[in-house]
């Protein structure tokens, strides 16, 4: 096991670069592990981190790297196939293996006061938030993010105190243990934000991804809790699961134990209240700076747990205006000329609804601009393609990347983007499809005025638009 192995012991991370993995190997490395690997997709702020840690690792994927290093164990990312080079040549020289979410509950999970954030969307920044509210409270948490949250400016940290906060994914664990990551978390503490159809290329249909959350159910303890949205419908269907007995509910219907109310943008910050149906009292108004109904409802996740765990109404109220978001989730990337440009990891469309939605409320009298790529496995088939076209409506402009690398994807089940736009149009927003990331550029730059909001959305790098994007609209 990963957690009897010694201090100095060389780790091997096959596709170190992706968030959780790169998240991983800095938490091996403060537990005194050598840690190298491999990846082909390195972009930041993963790459960054890495190199700042002092990580080195193989830019490709090679039978030779892996038996070079002679590593003691491997770790091996859920991208990684049976047929994967260094995958067939760990098994073919024995070296030890295991994979990420094993490895996080052997190492830390299985004797800390787990908090597992599960759910479609929301994740990252409900998990960023809740590890902010421990920290700022004095807990000393360790945390895996999926990504960079800005109070820390790293995806992890070594616990020190009982707590340690993690995403709890759906996804599949690896390519030999073909269960959803979060099996293997331990779950004491859960919130579930939502339960929508993604992953296609792992799951077939809505019932599948519900069966899943199912066991994550099942794996919370009689005394643990389950915090949940219960305004989706998803989630109530499957609430009779499991042994936990304190199961409550936050959102904006009064059906809601907690409920939102009062939600306003004032002064750089949404103000908005959170009142207890069961004992009808008011926790009081709350303000941070998240905009946005899907993060209003993130947040008070967040305080409905950290009010459980015993923290006061006072400290919740001090500690979530402190908190500053998180990299890529509508981070503000600057101005440029009166042009504000937001990067956003939004590809479910879903998640681009909620977020062009909120950029029209935080910024009610400019025109706002998206630009998207479909990247991720799900959002590069057909699946959502009449869903995206809804989805997109709050925009004034709309330029769609072609879909990345669909040659892995049957000719039926692709994403047709140039159909996307064309029916977009039809709905009387402007759209476009593009094969080059510079003519996205060139377009959105020549037409766009002062006080507009570009909107960037992609899952991956998008070819470095972001520094196309920033050149070329401060030299305009």
């Known amino acids: 096991m990963i957690s009897e192995l010694p201090k100095h012991s060389k780790i091997y991370m096959i596709g170190i670069c992706g968030t959780a993995m790169a998240s991983l190997a800095g938490l091996l490395l403060k537990r005194g592990f050598k840690v190298t690997g491999s990846d082909q997709h390195s972009y930041p702020p993963m790459s960054h981190q890495l190199q700042e840690l002092g990580i080195s690792y193989y830019t490709n994927y090679d039978a030779k790297n892996i038996i070079s290093e002679k590593p003691d164990y491997v770790i091996v990312g859920n991208v990684v196939s049976k047929n994967h080079p260094e995958a067939m040549a760990m098994i073919e020289n024995k070296f030890p293996y295991t994979s990420l979410p094993k490895a996080l509950g052997e190492l830390y999970l299985k004797n800390l006061n787990s908090i597992v954030i599960a759910g479609t969307h929301g994740k990252t920044t409900t998990t960023s938030l809740m590890s902010w509210l421990l920290t700022d409270f004095n807990q000393k948490p360790g945390f895996l ?191 440029f000329n009166g042009v504000t440009l937001i990067e956003d990891f939004a590809h479910h469309p879903t998640a681009v609804y909620e977020t062009l939605n909120a950029l029209k409320m935080r910024y009610p009298c400019q025109k706002i601009y998206a630009i998207f790529e479909p990247r991720s496995a799900t959002s590069r088939r057909n699946i959502f393609q009449q869903d995206y076209i809804n989805a997109f409506l709050a925009a004034d402009a709309v330029f769609i990347k072609q879909a990345f690398d669909q040659t892995k994807i049957n000719q039926e089940d692709r994403m047709d983007t140039d159909q996307l736009a064309a029916d977009i149009k039809k709905q009387g927003v402007l759209a476009n499809s593009y094969a080059d990331v510079d003519q996205i550029v060139n377009d959105v730059t020549q037409g766009i005025t002062q006080k507009s909001v570009i909107v960037v959305m992609s899952n991956g790098g998008f070819d470095g638009i972001y520094e196309k994007l920033k050149t070329q609209l401060t030299n305009r």
């Open 145 to 335: 993010i999926g990504g960079i949250a800005q109070n820390f400016n790293k995806s992890f940290q070594e616990p020190e105190g009982k707590y340690f906060v993690i995403e709890g994914d759906e996804y599949d664990t690896a390519f030999f243990d073909k269960v959803p990551k979060f099996t293997h978390y331990y779950p004491k503490n859960v919130i579930l934000t939502s339960i929508e159809f993604d992953h296609a290329d792992i799951y077939s249909s809505l019932e599948q991804i519900k069966e899943a959350f199912k066991v994550l159910i099942n794996l919370i303890p009689e005394k643990g809790n389950l915090i949940f949205h219960g305004d989706d419908i998803n989630i109530v269907s499957i609430l009779n699961e499991g042994i936990v007995k304190n199961k409550i509910s936050y959102g904006y219907s009064e059906n809601n134990q907690y409920q939102i109310r009062g939600v306003r943008w004032i002064d750089g910050f949404t103000e908005f209240e959170v009142f207890n149906q069961v004992t009808q009292l008011s926790l009081g108004n709350f303000l941070t700076r998240l905009y946005g109904k899907h993060n209003i409802l993130n947040v008070t996740a967040s305080l409905v747990l950290g009010s459980i765990l015993g923290f006061s109404n006072e400290q919740l109220k001090k500690s979530i205006p402190g908190f500053k978001g998180v990299k890529r989730r509508q981070e503000l990337l600057g101005e």
